[in-house]
């Protein structure tokens, strides 16, 4: 009660010392004139009203205030949706939507490459055409149908492991951007999606069938002694003898053989030079060969190209099954929102094409002209989803995204399509199908529930083996 007073004799006597300023004929206040403060001659009245309508005046201004921004934290999203939850501003309980719509309080942070839609056969013409003009090779489909979960410069450092110079991976990922937007636009005249499984892929991974007949062990190594003795009437060498030529083979390496057993040449590089006149006419050879059987040995490697390159693929392919999932969220008044890789406009075709747009409306949509960071990525689908980042699970298949969810606080669910399983672990949970998840799933992992990591039994083979050790009891007369 003190301290109350002595404040107010404080206020008080302020007061009256600026009445009595005034008195002195200092002039009229411009403050009180206007009825606010007055910050000079540069003073405007416009600045004024804008200033006074702040960014932080009401939960949507704060809101469109951070979706203007490149970069964003957790604190940045938390103190947005915890003025939206303040009861002064919503004038409702907050507990009461955790009773009565539980569900509600989560989001869902969905991935459209790999979690939605596959866009694997577009990122192979564009990968098959980045590899060719940088130099580079690829080694599997799988390597095509992993690098289109990502970025261009983050394919090259996640999954192909090219090049660790930053200036080539800007290179790759216009050359990659140049020929995704090519193949889009190809594949924007027909718009022809299919419906993806894990039973497709497959399907479309088993090989060809060999069952055709091919030339015998016999008619190779003949093939092979009818090259060198080619050769060795070319360059006035002494033919080599069967038994020297099937040396050679059983050895794998023909410079060796040039050297060591044929006795031609001590000099690398002439070695090197017949080698490659060699192998020019065993390919003539061998391609004339696979006729008879009538074999195209042009067109068996556009075939074997076409599967390496993953060309073989769908452009797009929407998931099975996640249609459903998206309806069961809804349901339950769980919002979500949406993460991708391409432009708007490209995004947009997608949805509409795949008819996920009614899903995830504009306002619900992160697309890579947002420029976020990998980490902000996701923050920005929990600004749009309206959830605290830890309130928020993400779908995403790449090993990297369980990182850095659980960085943010968030939760990560993966599905064992793109990666093995064993490559998920850092995941939550992890699914072969969209329809083995359900909504208790979603419940488990936010107490901190996981039944799909428990360690596997280990068989106990020497317990048998040992000897059990009889007790011994000693029996006396007394007793």
Known sequence: ????????????????????????????????????????????????????????????????ELLTYEELTVEDINNVIDFKEDPSETGYNPYLS????????????????GVLVDLIGLHAKAWQ?????????????????QASLYKPADAVREVFFWTEDIFEWEAIADTHKAAFNEA??????SKNVENASE????????????SRAMPSDNEMSSMYNLAWSKLSAELDRTPPTADEVNRGILGQDWEVAVKDIFGWSEDPD?????????????????????AKYGIDLDKVNEEDEQSLFGLNFPDVSIKDGIKDWLDTLRDVEMSFALVSHLNSDQLDVILEATGLA????????????????????????????????EQCVVFDNTPISATIAHDLLMKNIAFVDHYAKYELLTADVSFGYVSDLDLMDIAKIFEGIREDNEPMLELDVSSGLLKQQRKLRTAFWDE
């Open 358 to 389: 009614e899903y995830f409306p504009p306002d619900r949509r992160v697309s890579s002209e947002a420029r976020y960071s990998a980490r902000s990525e996701y923050l920005g689908g929990a600004l749009r989803a309206e959830q605290r980042p």
């Open 184 to 189: 889009f636009n190809v594949w924007l005249e």
């Open 98 to 113: 955790k009773v009565q719509r539980p569900f509600s309080e989560y989001g869902a942070i969905f991935r459209l490459e």
């Open 199 to 210: 039973d497709d892929y497959v399907a479309d991974s088993t090989p060809a069938d060999n």
């Open 129 to 145: 055409k980045v590899a060719k003009t940088h130099g580079y090779e690829i080694s599997s489909p799988d390597e095509v149908r």
């Open 270 to 290: 002439e070695v090197y030079d017949i080698v490659v006149a060699y192998d020019k006419i065993l390919q003539a050879d061998y391609k004339i060969m696979l």
């Open 1 to 64: 009660f003190d301290e109350a007073q002595w404040e107010w004799e404080r206020e008080e006597r302020q007061r009256k010392a600026d009445e009595y300023l005034k008195k002195r004929g200092e002039g009229i206040s411009i403050s009180d004139v206007l009825g606010r403060e007055y910050f000079g001659p540069m003073d405007d009245e416009d600045d004024y009203e804008k200033e006074r309508i702040s960014y932080f005046s009401s939960f949507q201004a704060r809101k469109d």
